[in-house]
């Protein structure tokens, strides 16, 4: 079975730093797709970033970008220039791709504070 | 175009009554997942349902709790007998097709047992 570990329960940076969450999980597959969520306090589950594990380029969006370590089984989350709204729990998530296979393997979440 | 529904956001129910939590997909996806999330914790896979059809059940809990998506109408994730180990938000996903990877969240319903 999949697992996923969060090892940094919780985080605090100031606004406009950048920081880095920590995800590993350990998976005999070869090809897989690997999330970060956010969560604000309005517990939306928001999709901040995804990458797909045959490709090895980092994943990027805007402020948000991964570090993919295929061997070493390590997907952190880079969040650059950061603003009040990154405030949330962070999710790194794992899934596997085949057909009715679906599901997400959540970790359990870092606590990120931005403060003024 | 409307998200993921869920309904309702809040329920309270007190100990042995049941509980009955709806999800409505994005227009045009036919695939639905459950996830439980019990108080400072990650998600929890529980269901994934197609149409008339249980596709994974491997994260349900054996017992009181069962899951439904009928050819018509929301999913509907049933919990018989509550206990106060049953509070909780239960976040409901829905994706397009089997095979495509994203799933896009409801608000979730918050449960909480008294």
């Known amino acids: 079975a999949q697992t996923v570990t969060q090892s940094q329960p919780e985080m605090s940076v100031q606004e406009a730093e950048t920081v880095t969450l920590s995800c590993t999980y350990d998976t005999s597959e070869s090809n897989y797709y690997l999330f970060w969520y956010k969560q604000p306090p309005s517990r939306q589950m928001i999709l901040v970033i995804r990458?797909?594990?045959?490709?090895?380029q980092n994943a990027t969006e805007n402020r948000f970008s991964v570090n993919f370590q295929k061997a070493a089984k390590s997907f952190s989350l880079k969040i650059s220039d950061s603003q009040l709204g990154d405030t949330a729990m962070y999710f790194c998530a794992f899934m596997k791709p085949y057909q009715g296979a679906q599901k997400l393997v959540f970790g359990q979440g870092t606590r990120l504070t931005i403060n003024p | 175009n409307a998200g993921v529904m869920q309904n309702p956001r809040h329920l309270v129910r007190r100990r042995g009554q049941e509980a009955r939590l709806r999800c409505s997909p994005m227009?045009?996806?036919?695939?639905v997942y459950w996830y439980r999330q019990l108080p400072e914790e990650g998600l929890k896979f529980m269901v994934y349902?197609?149409?008339?059809?249980?596709?994974?059940e491997s994260g349900m809990p054996k017992e009181r709790f069962s899951a439904e998506f009928p050819k018509e109408g929301p999913s509907i994730l049933r919990i018989q007998q509550v206990v106060r180990g049953d509070s909780a938000a239960y976040f409901c996903?829905?994706?397009?097709?089997?095979?495509?990877?994203?799933?896009?969240f409801g608000p979730g319903t918050r449960l909480t047992v008294l």
């Open positions: 227009k045009g996806h036919s695939h």
């Open positions: 990458q797909e594990a045959y490709k090895q």
């Open positions: 996903a829905s994706s397009q097709r089997d095979g495509y990877n994203e799933q896009f």
């Open positions: 349902l197609q149409k008339e059809n249980i596709i994974d």
